[in-house]
Every structure is written in C-alpha cells, then in structure tokens.
C-alpha cells in the first residue's frame, strides 16, 4: 500500500472526529461546503491525469449516493466530461438530496448535449452489468463515504461483489470503500473492493488497519482546505518509504564491545520448536548485536553450536530448571539487556518466575509467540511491573486470547491490551498497530505484505526489536525496528528497475521465507545508512 504523502502533518481520524473537523471548517470558520467538495473532486481528477488506466478508459461508471459523498463523485465527473469525451453513465442509489450534491450533479447532466451521459438507477446494475461493463472502464463508488456505520443492503453487496470479480476494469473510491468503517470495525460483509483510494484531509483508521485496509489499494490523501485545527488523538504514520530509511537503527560506535552492543536472552525453543529461539537470537546478531544467550528444555537445542558456535546455549531438563537459569543470567546484572519470552517456549512458566522478573529495573522484556496464549494468568504481575519497558507482539488470535473476548476492532484491541498489561503492543496483521504503554501514542504502520504469514518471522522481528531497543531506547527502538523489519520484507519482495522506454517497473514476489527475511535484514540497513 503506498500513500502518496508521508508526513504526519495530516491527522488520522475516525468518521465522528472527521465530521467534527467538517463542520468546524464550515460552520465555525466560514469555509463553503461547496469549495470543499469542488476542491476535493478537483484533486481527484487532476491525480487521475497522470495515470494510464484512466487515459485507457473508454467508459466512467458513478456509482453515486445521495449524500456529499455522492457530490464528490459528480464533481470528479464533471471535470473528466468538460475536458474529455469519455462516456459515462451515472447509477444513483437516490437522487441526489444535498444542496451541493444537487448542483454538481445538475452541472454534470447539463453536458448530455455534448457527451455520452447516461443516468440509471443502481436497481438493476448486476443484471446489466455484462453488457454496459467493457475492459479497461473505470467504475468510481462515490456511495457513502466514511459515513456509513451499518452493513450495506443485500442489492449493494451484490454490486460489489460482481464488481470485486471483475479483472479488467478499474475500481476506484471516493474517501473509503463503501462497506468499510471508518473506526476500523471488523465486518463480515461484502464491500467495495478498491484499487485506489482517493480520501480527504485525513487519513481514516480504516484504511489503515485490518480489515479495511485489505480493501483500500493505493490510498491517495489530499489536503482539500480544511481550516486547521488540534486533533486531540496523538496516531502517526510509521511508512516505508521505498528508497531510503527514516529512522534507522546507528552502527556501532567506536571503540564498542560485546556488552555495549547489547545482551539478549532468549528464554524458549522447546522440543520441536529449537527454530523459533534460534531464528531470534540469530536477528539480534545480525544487527550487530553483542552476546546471544539461548535457554532451552531441549534436549538438541545444543546442536545450533555446530553452525553457530557464538551462542550462549543452556539446555536444562525440566521449566523450573530453565526459570532458574534466566534468573541466574539476568537478576544483579547491571546492564540494561533484552529478555525475549515465548518464541517456542511449549511450557507455562510460574508465577513466582514472572513475579521475580517483572522486578529487575534495568531489564526489557519482549514477549512473543506461545507465551502469548497464557499471559492472562499474570495480568496483575505485569500490570505492576518494574520493567524498562514490556512489549508484546501479538497477531488476531494471540490478541484475543491475552483480552479473553472477541476482537471486534484492531485499533480498540491494540489499546486495551497495552492498558490491561501496562504493555507496548506491537498487533501483527495487515495493517499492524503499534501502541506505547506511557502516553497511548498510536503508530499505524501501514503494510499489507502478506509473504510475512510465516511462521518464523515473528521471531526475527522480535530479535530485530531486541536489537533496536538497545541501541536507541525503547520508543525509537521499537519504530526503527519495525521500520527495518518491514523494509528488508519490502525489499526482498519488490524488485525496482526500468525498461527500456524509460518506465517503472515493478516485480513483486508473493512468497519469503524467515531465512530470506534474515539475509536482507542486513543489506537494507546497511543501504539505509
């Protein structure tokens, strides 16, 4: 997904705080309505210039709904009708009702003399659709905006849903897709399947989080003259840019050592998950990290020496025996160091383990994979915990087990669990939510590379975490790490060249594997420096 301004100058907001900015715009500050839908339709057209499938387009289908979201979709229209002879044919929800939609619509119907204009309702759109549908037509839903809070009627899901299989056309909409919520709702509906995303002003949370964000394609944001104002929620992009790294993860200073470039250990890899500790240990490493500590009830865990002889590997029989041997590691030591709990840890550790190490004030804890699913039982502990810092990395189903509900919102799941367990929550997915325990600060991290539903890469990204934690503290830590995490994934799956006339393109693999992931993590940071 690539939105075309990075910058956190443009606020992400829900539908109600999008509303309240509208109507502080218009009706305190004197902004015209009509401007504001003229501008936001202008900017539209002016992106879609620049864009081949819309010089290819023979044919524009508005899908238009009654209200200002329909307006936007007449304006839009009517500056492609004045300055192209393109055919268009307009499938009304219901007429128009707002002032501003009525006009933009009234100027658009006023072409008919001079151009191809047909005007239907939507009634009837799936059963014409073979016909009227040509390739290459581009189809603009322009329904209901961010507004819409509720399932679309049975007759739209149908459109869309004829819409969504079609691989030869165009799908384009005004501010979100019909059928998402703005707030970042889970929904279960068919909705509006875009290919790109044309918003306003603000970005929505949910174009940003799953599901919406499946849904949104390219999501395009212009500043269309809103008066501007505070926006309470502090929420921030963290974007991959696709050249360069900001912010990036410092090299080594000189004269360093292995305890000034960090300690990691690594408490899990249990029988027939060894992988999983060894995948995290081997991130922290390469990045540079200074001494790798892996404790283990494995009985083969040892064999990493064999390829990895720079490990610290304790194998121990039994959980207790493990427990002990991370607390004898890291209780009294002095120097800030990284805990990782969880990657393959098959065991539930006690209590009175949680209780000792939730204590140690110069320790970060980063807690991943399996011990996610048991963590409810020492909510208390680590409401109260002492720690540096304390960061989980939960996807979906780990989320709704460490919450013991549903989740029914990534976004308001996010927050509850960094509330509930005094917690960063870093929630995997599409999307992906990362949110700071000490002010709620929200960070949208705005990916939708699928290829990282491995398993394994969990594990990488919490060694990368570890690393980056050490290195610059654990709130830029956490951003750069992330950030380089998801930038390695973005390289090794995107090849950028150009052809021979000079164009862009693209080569996207739609597979990576931990041990690929591992290999780039190095050469895009590097790369970034």
Known sequence: MALNINTNE??????????????????????????????????VFLHLLNSSFFRRAET??????????????????????????????????????TEDSVYYCELCLSLKDIREIECRTIDNFSENMDVVLQKNDVVIDALFGSGLNKEPSALLQTVFSSLNGLSDIIRIAVDISSGVFAGGDVFNHTVFDAHYTYTFGSYKIGHLLEPGIMYSGNVHLFPIGFFPMNHPARRFLNEIPMVSMVPMIPMRKQGSHKYSSGIVTVFGGSSEMEGAAIMAARAFGALGGGLMRIVSTSPVISNVLNESPEYMVSSVSTISEAEDKVLNIIEGKKREQVLIIGPGLREEVSLEFWNRICNLENLHIIIDGSALSKLSKVKSILQNHSLVSLTLTPHKEEARKLLLKE??????????????YNANVYLKGPGGLLIFADDREEIYVNSKHFELAVGGTGDVLTGVLANSILRMGYKKGIEAGLHLYLKAANDFTETIGKKSDGTVSVLKKDFLQPSDLMDQLRKTWKEGI
Request: no cysteine.
């Open 10 to 43: 443009f606020p992400i907001l829900n539908h109600t705080e999008a509303q309240a900015w509208d109507d502080f715009s218009i009706q305190k500050k004197g902004v015209e309505s009509r401007l504001l839908m003229g501008w936001a339709g202008y900017s």
């Open 60 to 97: 524009i289908h508005l899908l238009a709904g009654p209200g200002n979201n329909g307006g936007d979709g007449y304006v839009i229209l009517w500056h492609i009708l004045s300055a192209f002879n393109k055919k268009a044919i307009i499938w009304q929800l219901k007429p128009p009702v």
């Open 407 to 420: 989740v029914t919102n990534i976004r308001e799941a996010a927050l509850n669990i960094s509330k509930e």
